[in-house]
């Protein structure tokens, strides 16, 4: 099961140096993999060949339908911690979808994906041609609905107050997460005792076993 399979092929090899700690991809919207599996190719960053696949959906009221996906995969033969691919929706499910959006701790987004590396300007290029977005501030690449952000284990260190693991050339250590409200979401991860902390206006939930990520959850009016 998975020949072929460019993800489950990738992150089997994540999960060979890493164990089940983190995420091993970060996924982009696009409107045509095909021209993204071709730019990936042309810049020598293609992690494989593409994937098409589709599985059966069906929402709370017992509605079904199809979901379909084509995906093409970017990666650096340097970076085995990381990759990256681009997911175009072939056919969307025409059924409700809200329970599934719906989150006790307030989430409504992603606001910023962090990747740590010892070297964050040598990623910039496969971050860029992977987006297909130029990095709009140093080692920072807007995106249409968030930021991914390259530090190293210092600066990541210090931003968060939350150890970034071991060296990587890239590696994907944090999700940052809009919320309501703040206080909300303390109230419930203390009811949960869950262990957290506050970093300026974020509350940073560091990495514990079988997460390996900081999720950290910003309040965004």
């Not at 992150?11 to 890493?18: A, C, I, Q």
């Not at 164990?19 to 042309?42: P, Q």
């Not at 390259?150 to 997460?177: E, H, N």
Request: aromatic content about 8%.
């Amino acid at each position: 099961m998975g020949e072929g399979n460019v993800f489950v092929a990738r992150d089997r090899l994540y999960r060979s140096r890493l164990d089940d700690e983190g995420f091993s991809a970060v996924v982009f919207g696009t409107a045509d993999a095909d021209a993204d599996h071709a730019r990936y190719v042309e810049a020598g960053l293609s992690a494989g060949n593409m994937l098409s696949f589709s599985r059966a959906f069906t929402d709370t009221t017992g509605k079904s339908d199809t979901a379909s996906f084509k995906l093409a995969f970017a990666a650096d033969r340097k970076a085995p911690d990381a990759f990256l691919f681009a997911c175009q929706r072939i056919n969307a499910p025409q059924i409700d979808r809200t329970a599934l959006q719906a989150h006790a701790n307030g989430v409504t987004g992603i606001v910023e994906i962090v990747a740590v590396s010892d070297e964050p300007s040598s990623q910039r290029g496969l971050i860029s041609i992977a987006a297909g977005q130029d990095a709009s501030d140093g080692d920072r690449t807007d995106l249409p609905n968030a930021t991914l952000a390259v530090l190293t284990p210092d600066a990541f260190a210090a931003r968060f107050g939350a150890s970034a693991r071991q060296p990587s050339d890239l590696r994907f250590a944090a999700v940052i997460f809009a919320v309501r409200s703040v206080a909300a979401a303390t109230q419930l991860l203390a009811a949960n005792a869950i262990e957290h902390n506050m970093s300026d206006d974020d509350v940073v939930v560091p990495p514990a076993p079988g997460q390996g990520a900081a999720f950290i959850f910003r309040e965004i009016p």
